[in-house]
């Protein structure tokens, strides 16, 4: 049973209060969510790593000047998700140009070592699609789509994340997969 006293088992929450009493604890908070924002980034952008880790920075920075402001009647991870999206909408604007498309295939994925070979090439290839059809769809839908699959949020975070009201997350989000349909059989990939 982990000890109750150890910080990395307390809730975002208690780690807020934590925080605001002694910064070194902001730490743990970044270690939990330092590899979840940096994907979120990715995936949205498509920038080169470095700069999304440049973007993750600024967030880390912002949510830690902000934290007196962070309701803790709320969950964190909303909070911090939306501080994360607000600034890939201010980098996006600075740049004023659409970011260069490159191949975002997950290098990091972890396959059992009885695959067949055959799989591990199926699997890059379909998320190589994946995000050059993602690429190609609208940000709005781009959005609601890598936060419901791929970073798992429900309809009430993604409504917090987005500040949309909750009916509009569902109708973003059956846009969304109807638009990222459409330029499947477009672009004649099947998956």
Not at 9 to 31: F, P
Not at 130 to 155: A, F, H, M, S, T
Request: proline share 4%; net charge positive; aromatic share 10%.
């Amino acid at each position: 049973m982990p000890h109750p006293d150890k910080i990395e088992d307390k809730t975002d929450e208690e780690i807020v209060r934590l925080s605001l009493e002694n910064k070194e604890n902001y730490l743990w908070l970044m270690k939990r969510y330092e590899n979840k924002l940096l994907r979120y980034i990715l995936r949205l952008t498509n920038y080169p790593k470095e700069d999304a880790e440049d973007i993750l920075q600024e967030v880390f920075i912002k949510a830690y000047l902000n934290l007196n402001d962070f309701n803790r009647n709320l969950k964190f991870s909303s909070w911090i998700y939306r501080i994360c999206h607000n600034e890939v909408i201010s980098h996006w604007r600075k740049m004023k140009v659409r970011p260069q498309m490159t191949e975002l295939i997950d290098n990091n994925l972890k396959f059992s070592t009885n695959a067949p070979i055959y799989k591990e090439l199926e699997i890059k290839l379909n998320k190589g699609k994946i995000n050059e059809v993602l690429n190609q769809i609208p940000l709005k839908y781009r959005e609601v789509l890598v936060l419901r699959y791929w970073d798992e949020k429900d309809y009430n975070e993604m409504a917090d994340i987005l500040r949309v009201p909750l009916g509009t997350v569902g109708t973003l989000l059956n846009r969304a997969k109807k638009s990222f349909k459409e330029m499947t059989i477009k672009q004649n990939i099947n998956f």
